[in-house]
């Protein structure tokens, strides 16, 4: 069983930046590509960023946040993050850790197995 937990999130002007971290507990090794999703109100959920093993650490990322969000991991500390820099208030939404038993790119929530409770991101004009 994969637990989630996520922290950093909190209220920013536009411009800025935020580091949204995830606890993993149980096993998250190299088989398992870890990713964060995001849903403002109203909205699907969208995918933001992935990061998978194929050979080496390979990232994915939404097209709404590429060249501005760069996904890591560090897996001594089991902990993935995500660091937000030149942050807009369509940024504004519940971010969501996730994890896969898998080393494929899902940009579809559905396919993900496990979740974290999600941290709120505002971003202020």
């Known amino acids: 069983q994969v637990r989630l937990l996520e922290s950093g999130g909190g209220l920013v002007q536009a411009g800025g930046s935020l580091r949204l971290s995830c606890a993993a507990s149980g096993r998250t090794d190299r088989s398992y590509t870890m990713g964060w999703f995001r849903q403002a109100p109203g909205k699907e959920r969208e995918f933001v960023a992935a990061?998978?093993?194929?050979?080496?650490?390979?990232?994915t990322y939404g097209d709404s946040v590429k060249g501005r969000f760069s996904i890591s991991r560090d897996n001594g500390k089991n902990t993935v993050y995500l660091q937000m820099n030149s942050l807009k208030p369509e940024d504004t939404a519940v971010y969501y850790c996730?994890?896969?038993?898998?080393?494929?790119?899902?940009?579809?929530?559905?396919?993900?197995?496990?979740w974290g409770q999600g941290t709120q991101v505002t971003v202020s004009s």
């Open positions: 990061i998978t093993w194929n050979l080496y650490w390979r990232t």
């Open positions: 996730a994890a896969d038993r898998t080393t494929i790119v899902t940009i579809t929530s559905m396919s993900w197995e496990y």
